[in-house]
């Protein structure tokens, strides 16, 4: 329930899953201008490969 631009979560189980979107959403489908617009999960996976192919 929206009131005056802030969410009125019903209990904690709600506003938890709710955060934990939001956080999904943050680091998997939003796209960054600061990493190449690549999302922050795909610049991860970027620079551990980068990493092992130096390692090996």
């Excluded at 959403?25 to 999960?41: E, F, Q």
Aim: glycine content about 2%.
């Amino acid at each position: 329930m929206r009131i005056q631009g802030h969410i009125k979560f019903d209990n904690m189980r709600q506003l938890r899953q709710t955060v934990n979107q939001y956080i999904y959403w943050y680091n998997n489908d939003r796209v960054h201008s600061a990493l190449d617009y690549k999302t922050p999960v795909e610049k991860e996976m970027e620079l551990r490969n980068i990493n092992l192919k130096s390692i090996a």
